[in-house]
């Protein structure tokens, strides 16, 4: 109660957890910051040895194994998380003045967000999900109206009547020095079509693949289709070329001069048919690094949306490693090879849910079953396990495409049965929501029965819905192995 009562009777800080080692288990203040320095580098070795040393010196202060067990789980799990006290309270007093600002000037935090991270690809996307989930409006780049950063301009469409335009240092092959010359340009009048811009932005800092990536992600759609402006790029640098050193020549004619002739420049661009929606929506993939107007899957991804017990951006390792998991996505970089033992196919996927990037891994079982699903850029919704050894992936013991998750069980010459499901007390919460999300994705003809055993009262549920048990029977023993 000393050491805890301040945080009521949890462990909050590292100073905490040394008290705990020197009350229970006799721990010097020399072994205790040893104990300090285990829980901050999170090193499971030098933790494993410390676990032994404190259940030994607390046994020997009179505390039973149980005990001792249990309070090492606590310093054991608190090592994910904890802090000195000194770095929680300044960790505290961020998360109090972001969380007022994002509360009470939502568009201006989200803008600022962006800014901040705009050079990070895996981030960017989660904020731009979370500020349309407020209602916020995100523009892509405008030549016209775009600055280094993400701005806020009037909109009555969004949140406060305030929108986010993209910013240009968040746009791919766009640099600090073609920003600067676009910037000093368009502070003296506004670029009125490409072949104005053309004419007068210096051309060895904005270069023809800087100058693509803007048309290609949008920047110049107000003047004309993006076929029409790449079909005629060349052309139009050529001649501003020819324009600018005509300009910059020494040599003076006496009918003519220098000074420009105060008439309105115009596009003379070659027609063509615009890109399909799909390839558009490709180049703000390949450019932002995500889809931002749309989705070329989006119906699709909206039925994810509703099925995924969590987000890639969301699958933490410390927290879910070895845990079943439902997530959806695009299939990207998808690899097939041949196992050494058995000479099977497997295969390794990236799956993309537009909130970050996650490895799969398919094991041979798995991908005969599953094989005609594993197509590169398919939707997919697959159920896995957590891992984590060099890198992030998910094991996948399950995989349907998303279409397949509504429909109504398809009708076999097999008899429906009913399986009984047992439970304990003790299976968490994340595990109970797992085992649901596995259930709604596997429909089936077979009747489930939950028993939630609670002390000597057995609570039955009836599963209001028929699944297809034999597809999943192995990842649910494998999910409830420690449960029932």
């Not at 600067?180 to 800092?205: H, P, Y």
Request: glycine share 4%; hydrophobic share 40%; aromatic share 8%.
């Amino acid at each position: 109660k000393p050491v805890l009562s301040e945080t009521y009777g949890i462990a909050v800080y590292q100073e905490q957890a040394l008290q705990i080692a020197n009350v229970m288990a006799g721990y010097s203040l020399g072994e205790a910051d040893i104990l300090r320095r285990a829980i901050g580098k999170k090193k499971k070795s030098l933790m494993f040895k410390e676990k032994i040393k404190f259940i030994k010196q607390s046994r020997a202060k009179g505390y039973t194994k149980e005990i001792a067990d249990r309070v090492w789980g606590y310093i054991e799990k608190f090592a994910g998380y904890g802090f000195n006290k000194a770095h929680a309270t300044a960790y505290a007093m961020i998360a109090y003045q972001t969380a007022y600002l994002k509360v009470n000037y939502p568009v201006e935090f989200m803008a600022a967000l962006l800014t901040a991270e705009s050079n990070n690809k895996d981030k960017i996307p989660v904020a731009v999900e979370e500020a349309k989930r407020l209602g916020i409006k995100v523009y892509p780049p405008d030549i016209n109206q775009s600055d280094v950063g993400f701005i806020i301009f009037k909109d009555k469409a969004s949140l406060n009547s305030k929108a986010i335009r993209f910013g240009f240092t968040a746009i791919k092959n766009v640099g600090v020095a073609a920003i600067e010359a676009i910037l000093v340009e368009r502070r003296k009048r506004q670029f009125s079509c490409l072949t104005d811009f053309c004419e007068r932005v210096d051309q060895q800092k904005v270069n023809k693949k800087v100058l693509e990536s803007l048309i290609q992600v949008g920047a110049f759609d107000a003047f004309a289709k993006r076929s029409q402006m790449l079909l005629s790029l060349e052309l139009l640098r050529q001649q501003a070329a020819d324009s600018q050193k005509t300009k910059n020549s020494p040599q003076v004619s006496l009918f003519k001069t220098n000074e420009p002739s105060g008439g309105v420049v115009k596009d003379n661009l070659a027609d063509s048919e615009e890109f399909n929606k799909t390839d558009l929506l490709n180049f703000e993939k390949q450019l932002l690094g995500f889809y931002l107007t749309d989705h070329p899957l989006a119906k699709s991804m909206e039925q994810i949306k509703k099925l995924v017990s969590h987000r890639v951006a969301d699958l933490d390792p410390d927290t879910l490693i070895n845990q079943t998991v439902t997530i959806g996505g695009v299939i990207k970089n998808l690899k097939i090879i041949i196992t050494k033992k058995g000479n099977k196919e497997m295969a390794f996927a990236n799956l993309d849910d537009n909130s970050g990037t996650v490895e799969l891994v398919i094991f041979p079982k798995i991908f005969a079953a599953t094989k005609s699903i594993w197509i590169n850029d398919q939707p997919v919704l697959v159920t896995g396990k957590v891992d984590y050894k060099d890198r992030l992936a998910v094991i996948v013991d399950n995989a349907i495409q998303p279409a397949e998750a509504d429909q109504p069980a398809p009708q076999t010459s097999a008899k429906p049965s009913t399986h009984t499901i047992y439970l304990n007390q003790d299976t968490p919460k994340d595990v109970l929501v797992s085992l649901n999300q596995l259930f709604q994705v596997n429909p089936g003809n077979d009747q489930i029965i939950i028993q939630l055993k609670n002390g000597t009262d057995v609570k039955k549920i009836d599963l209001p819905y028929t699944i297809n048990f034999a597809s999943i029977k192995g990842a649910i023993d494998e999910l409830l192995k420690n449960y029932q």
